[in-house]
């Protein structure tokens, strides 16, 4: 059994989606624990009403980054993580925090990497007229929203799209691929190759295009 602990900020539904997979496919995996830099995240009801041990680390408390990743990495590292998941965790994380957890830590970002990263992707993509729009799974580096891409979906970008449109449509998109990339690295179905580029082992398809 592989130990999964899912860091959030927020409303959680990305983690929600892993908890439900992992209970509905049986994965080899526990989902250990659920941690957030937010007392108020609402994912954190949702995980303690499923019996899942949650933990609040807030960032507020810390002079530092590196003195919030050190704590933040204490508490995960309790729960004996194989994965650690980031699931709209809306943090800057420190380069030692990334490198102790590396190839076994992973993000979701919602545009197709490396267009967009940072803040308001769906608004950027609209403003500059993109046509498709989506979200990427990766490993993480010490580069913010960067690291070798694990699985991405696209979806078509409308003309009257707005931020909340499109963001939804990514978002049910994102409901899908990240659970099957958390599976994936769970199953160690996964490989980098020297350049970075990720494959699975059985070469299962690792784009969505949503028409
Ligand atoms: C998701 O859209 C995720 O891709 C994004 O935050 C949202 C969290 O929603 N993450 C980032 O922007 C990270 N750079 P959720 O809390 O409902 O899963």
């Known amino acids: 059994m592989k130990n999964i602990v899912l860091l959030i900020s927020g409303r959680g539904s990305n983690m929600e989606a892993i908890v439900h997979a992992c209970a509905r496919e049986g994965w080899p995996a526990r989902i250990a624990a659920v941690i957030s830099n937010k007392a108020t995240a609402a994912g954190l009801a949702f995980a303690a009403g499923h019996g899942i041990p949650t933990a609040v680390v807030d960032h507020k408390g810390f002079d530092s980054r590196e003195a919030f990743d050190a704590e933040l990495a204490r508490v995960i590292d309790g729960f004996a993580p194989d994965v650690v998941v980031l699931a709209g965790f809306m943090r800057i994380l420190t380069e030692g925090f990334v490198r102790h957890y590396e190839g076994r830590l992973l993000n979701i970002h919602p545009s197709l990497l490396p267009a967009f990263p940072g803040l308001h992707t769906h608004q950027r993509a609209i403003d500059a ?39 939804a449509r990514v978002l049910s998109q994102e409901h899908l691929i990240y659970p099957q990339a958390v599976r994936w690295l769970v199953e160690g179905a996964l490989s980098v190759d020297p350049q970075g580029r990720v494959s699975h082992r059985q070469g299962q398809a690792q784009a969505v295009f949503k028409a």
């Open 129 to 167: 007229g993109c046509k498709v729009a989506g979200a990427t799974v990766h490993f993480v580096t010490p580069e913010l929203d960067h690291g070798p891409i694990v699985a991405q979906a696209v979806v078509p970008v409308q003309p009257d799209d707005t931020e909340e449109s499109l963001s």
